[in-house]
């Protein structure tokens, strides 16, 4: 094996180990693991204590306990039938016979000898004279005594062969070296990062598996803090760009509607800054409906008369599709070339449009990630608006950033968060609050019922429709395995022909190309399409005001976040609008939650109630922070410690900006924030 000692291990591929190999590797690859320092981070999901060994007699029914016991006969083999092997033996821990049998498992019933000493783990059946195990865990008493680390496993690389080369990579590796400063040690009173390497992965006692976790939570933490802090840091960049005057008058005279006062407040916040020194780097944040289109509108308008280009991101090709529609409609006389770039553009029109961009021949391009390829170049960027920002890493929008000399940055996002956390997670912005919704906007009127309803709410949507308004259904969500494609189509096809046979349904699923998924779209905005079947990929974004009633079965496998998200799409427009919910579960905490959305309309009160009862791995569920993910931590449990590490990145940087005495830390977070990259 290579001296470890002597390398990055960041570096040493997981290959090399002792005992791993090429084929190997492939297999702690796909848990994410490629080197050294992946495997040392590949902390332990829980603990087994096999250090408390209690009698057969003590041993509480159906718990999981660890018994010492000694084997007392020799393993009896019986085939039950092809494939089924039972392996029967029986221990004694002195006062009772403990009959064991193992299923299949011949490696380990060779491996047992009589009168020896073993620890058995696993639940005890108790009966009046003995006891009984199926498929304990066993293993020899002297190397049994000790609390066993549980790792997250697949079914090739059991948690107990991770544990193995984890323990092989500490026995040759010499004392860690620190990456923390002392003086953060010892204010923060955290161990050494040697000891809670060592400990997380094997404790040689309770208390020591807390002790190593608050150090390695507030180096990750800190970490994440310094990035932000850095990245915000190489932000505050002059404004190259200025306005030299705003438009925003001229632009509140192309829209038909009165902006309301949040609006305004944005979009003079936005203005502002652009006016100012140094760059715009803004986070507008409103709940679904409030108008944060328009905010981008303005600061677009008043950008690109003032002679500069600016360029708009959206999470999906028909969220750009559809801004794109709206701008040039609203832009139409207004002497702007725009245009949109997405992955679905033809190859021919690409190059075209890259060219254009280039020469400065387009004011504003709309568009989705295709627009931060490195070949895509521009003339004179002075703006990059991300709409529904938390779909984007943070990685890719400085990548968009770099591509001007150094535009101005608005981000805009619906997703409500907690405040405190969203101060610290979006601690890199600057941030205007939309608080106010459109005036004449009504209610929308939400329903929780059982599907004995079905016949009712149809011919309530067939009414509607005849009304001239339009309908989206959102499909059941399918459980893992089932394909979600073939429930969309199959539900669609059922509704087309058997329930909505007059009427023209438009169907919408994430496997369509995206070509497709934008014809189903624009037929549904121009209204050919009258009723919308989809699945959840309709949640960002889109505008169709003339749809009143949002339909959602099995409405409890959602999050609350994504149910108001999706209620957000209907009552855009001046008529009453209605959200059904269908659920059949009988559970009395999803009833609760689908009535929390009966009973607001508030983004933020249903994000605080959904980060309650969910927790909050849900309530970040697929990473749409957009920030790097994190091992260990997790930003709404360990809060207090994440306050604590705000403040220690600033004294840190305060004191030494560039952090040029902890290079280890630095590699680290540069390798942290890198990852976010997907
Ligand atoms: P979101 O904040 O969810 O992105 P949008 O920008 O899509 O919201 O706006 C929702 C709808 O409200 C759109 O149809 C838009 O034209 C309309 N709207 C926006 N601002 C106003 C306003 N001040 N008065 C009336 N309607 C408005
Ligand atoms: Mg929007």
């Given at each position: 094996m290579i001296d470890l000692n002597t390398q990055d291990l960041n570096e040493?591929?997981?290959?090399?180990?002792?005992?791993?190999g090429e084929k190997r590797a492939r297999l702690f690859n796909k848990l994410g693991i490629y080197s050294v320092g992946d495997l040392l981070c590949y902390y332990p999901r829980k603990y087994q204590d096999w250090s408390k060994s209690v009698s057969a007699l003590e041993a509480p029914e159906g718990e999981v306990v660890a018994i010492r016991a000694t084997m007392i006969t020799p393993v009896q083999e019986a085939?039950?039938?092809?494939g089924m092997t039972l392996y029967k033996c029986n221990f004694s821990d002195g006062e009772t016979v403990i009959h064991v049998t193992i299923f299949n498992n011949k490696y380990l019933a060779q491996a047992l000898r009589t009168y020896e000493e073993y620890i058995l783990f696993g639940k005890v059946d108790k009966s009046f004279t003995s006891a009984s195990m199926s498929s304990p865990q066993i293993e020899k008493f002297d190397i049994a005594d000790s609390i066993h680390p549980i790792y997250g496993a697949t079914e090739s690389l059991n948690s107990k062969a991770i544990a193995k080369v984890v323990k092989s990579v500490l026995d040759n590796l010499g004392e860690l070296g620190e990456t923390l400063p002392e003086e953060v040690k010892q204010k923060y009173n955290l161990c050494s990062l040697d000891f809670a390497t060592r400990q997380v992965h094997f404790p040689s006692d309770v208390k020591n598996i807390e002790i190593a976790r608050k150090r390695l939570i507030f180096e990750e933490l800190l970490m994440l803090q310094i990035g932000l802090l850095k990245l915000r840091d190489k932000k505050e960049t002059k404004n190259e760009t200025r306005l030299t005057g705003d438009y925003f008058s001229e632009f509140e005279g192309l829209l038909s509607f009165e902006l309301t006062r949040a609006q305004k407040r944005a979009i003079n916040e936005c203005l502002d800054d652009m006016k100012g020194s140094t760059t715009m780097n803004r986070l507008v944040q409103g709940d679904v409906g409030s108008g944060k289109t328009a905010v981008a509108g303005a600061v677009v308008f008043s950008t690109v008369k003032c002679g500069y280009q600016a360029a708009m991101m959206a999470p999906t090709e028909i969220l750009a599709t559809q801004h794109y529609e709206s701008f040039k409609k609203l832009f139409k006389d207004c002497d702007i070339r725009l245009e949109l770039l997405t992955g679905s553009t033809k190859a021919a029109e690409k190059r075209r449009i890259k060219a254009a961009l280039m020469d400065g021949e387009i004011d504003f391009i709309i568009g989705t990630h295709a627009l931060i390829q490195n070949d895509v170049e521009f003339k004179d960027l002075a703006l990059v608006v991300t709409d529904e920002q938390h779909r984007f890493g943070v990685e890719q929008r400085a990548s968009l950033a770099m591509k001007g000399t150094s535009p101005h940055l608005l981000v805009m996002s619906a997703t409500p968060i907690p405040r405190t956390l969203g101060l610290i997670i979006y601690g890199d912005l600057d941030i205007s609050i939309l608080d106010e919704l459109p005036p004449g906007r009504q209610e929308i009127r939400t329903d929780v019922v059982d599907s004995t309803f079905h016949t009712r709410i149809y011919n309530f949507i067939k009414k509607a429709v005849d009304d001239g308004k339009q309908a989206y259904i959102v499909c059941p969500l399918v459980d893992e395995g089932e394909s979600e494609l073939i429930s969309a189509k199959e539900y669609a096809e059922k509704l087309q022909t058997?329930?909505?046979?007059d009427y023209n349904l438009g169907l919408l699923h994430g496997k369509m190309k995206a070509k497709e998924k934008d014809a189903v779209m624009s037929a549904f905005a121009r209204g050919d399409v009258q009723i919308l079947v989809s699945t959840t990929v309709i949640e960002v974004g889109v505008d169709v005001p003339n749809a009143t009633i949002m339909l959602i079965e099995?409405?409890?496998?959602?999050g609350l976040s994504a149910l108001h998200q999706l209620r957000g799409?209907?009552?855009?427009?001046?008529d009453k609008s209605y959200c059904i919910l269908v659920s059949d579960s009988k559970s009395d905490s999803s009833a609760e939650r689908l009535q929390v959305m009966k009973s607001t309309n508030n983004g933020f009160k249903i994000a605080d109630y959904d980060l309650k009862t969910r927790g909050p791995g849900d309530f970040f569920g697929k990473r749409q922070h957009g920030l790097p993910n994190l091992i260990i931590a997790d930003m709404l449990e360990d809060m207090d410690t994440l306050k604590a590490c705000q403040q220690c990145a600033q004294e840190m940087l305060s004191a030494d900006p560039r952090l040029d005495s902890y290079p280890a830390l630095c590699k680290n977070i540069n390798n942290m924030f890198r990852k976010t990259n997907y």
């Open positions: 040493v591929n997981i290959q090399y180990i002792k005992g791993v085939k039950i039938r092809k058997e329930v909505f046979k099995n409405a409890e496998r959602f799409r209907v009552g855009r427009g001046k």
